[in-house]
């Protein structure tokens, strides 16, 4: 006897996000990946695809999370640098006071 399509659909979702989990280490990360790759799946109109086209779309998922993880590190450090440097009026003010210096001497 075969199980009924909701059990194997719920065993499936259940295998997506166990992959998801191995590849990112991260749960509510995974869960989203498995949401996506069901998504995927559906609009595509392959939801009985084989497992090799389920592990593709996972693993995109995860390069593309890997990707834009990146990106948002390397502008949350550009933009606390930025909170790092001393405020332009300070930044003014020296620059006008090395000009009246230069000037006297």
Known sequence: MSPDPETAWNDQVAWLQRLARRLVRDECLADDM???AVLAALRAGRADAPRAWWIGVVRNLARDEARSAGRRRAREESVFRAA???????VVGEAEAQRRISDAV
């Open 34 to 36: 498995a949401q996506e």
């Open 84 to 90: 790092d440097a001393p405020p332009t009026h300070e």
